[in-house]
């Protein structure tokens, strides 16, 4: 049995831009997150040099970057990521100063960290582990739980629009998935938990072409659905062209080098990073 719905290609298929999103009770409350002058250490070799970036609900920034110029170390840092020590700068969710609080808690608050590399944890089911996470997230609020059923019918439905198929709920977290199948999941994922703010580091990576148009197209969804801001770290211009960035930001060593709107990635493909380089 195959794992997975197949597809007929639709490479003629073009998915339009988004459409903003209009005003409701979820995006009339906007979220901020502003970075400032940030710098982050891993084994005491600082990798980021000063970050500076803000991003606001219902908009998409995407950073584009060399190998090991520190995108993964942005957004786990961002995370709470122990591995890395903030050496200098703020980040603040709205008004709240994130960086002294546990990963679990920058969750509640609505940050959400789809990995480049999303690990495997054998021995938990999938199923279970999203619904304890979402009911986390709903407790935090003040929100009643989810039953077990309504969120099996949810996750069904978020399960089915990645074009999983259903057997995927009652396996171990990622155990054996494939790299597009992770990724897949990571869309799930962030769609159950609604985070108001998404990191989403290499979403596009290891992906065919119809994966990534599912993948693209469940991003688009959730965006139009839910408003957030979206911090799309890629290496290609092609998911782009599913989900149009409002701001592109070129990182090189630490720093964000250069911004601009979606020019910019195009000048990239075309040229390289030579010119962005000090
Ligand atoms: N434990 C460590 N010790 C020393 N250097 C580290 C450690 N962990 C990460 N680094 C370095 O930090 C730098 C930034 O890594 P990071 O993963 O943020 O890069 P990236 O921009 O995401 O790259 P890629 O595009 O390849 O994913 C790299 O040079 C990496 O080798
Ligand atoms: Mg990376």
């Not at 494939?178 to 994922?189: A, D, F, H, L, Y």
């Not at 290496?235 to 409002?246: K, S």
Request: hydrophobic content about 40%; proline content about 5%; overall charge positive.
């Amino acid at each position: 049995m195959p794992q997975m719905t197949v597809i007929k290609p639709k490479s003629a298929t073009v998915i339009k831009r988004h459409s903003r999103p209009k005003t409701d009770a979820f995006s009339a409350k906007t979220t901020t997150l502003e970075i400032k002058n940030l710098h982050a250490s891993v084994n005491n070799q600082p990798i980021l040099k000063g970050i500076n970036l803000t991003i606001k609900s219902g908009e998409i920034h995407a950073i584009m970057g060399p190998n090991g110029s520190g995108k993964s170390t942005l957004v786990n840092v961002l995370m709470g990521h122990p591995k890395y020590e903030v050496t200098k700068g703020t980040v603040l969710f709205n008004d709240t100063d994130i960086l002294e609080l546990e990963p679990t808690k920058r969750a509640h608050l609505g940050l959400f960290l789809g990995f480049q590399q999303p690990l495997e944890i054998p021995g938990v089911n999938l199923g279970t582990f999203l619904r304890l996470a979402k009911n986390s997230n709903l407790k935090s609020q003040k929100q009643p739980e989810i039953s077990p059923a309504d969120f099996l019918k949810t996750l069904k439905e978020n399960v089915a629009a990645l074009k999983m198929d259903d057997k995927f709920m009652h396996r171990a977290v990622n155990e054996g998935f494939s790299g597009g199948e992770r990724k897949r999941t990571e869309i799930v994922q962030m769609s159950l938990l609604e985070p108001k703010i998404a990191l989403l580091d290499e979403i596009d990576s290891g992906l065919d072409i119809d994966a990534l148009r599912i993948v693209a197209e469940g991003i688009k969804n959730y965006f139009e659905k839910n408003s957030p801001g979206i911090l799309l770290v890629t290496h290609y211009q092609r998911i782009l062209n599913y989900i149009a960035p409002d701001f592109v930001h070129i990182i090189a060593n630490g720093q964000i080098v250069k911004s601009g709107d979606r020019s910019l990635a195009k000048e990239l493909e075309k040229k390289g990073y030579t010119n962005f380089l000090k």
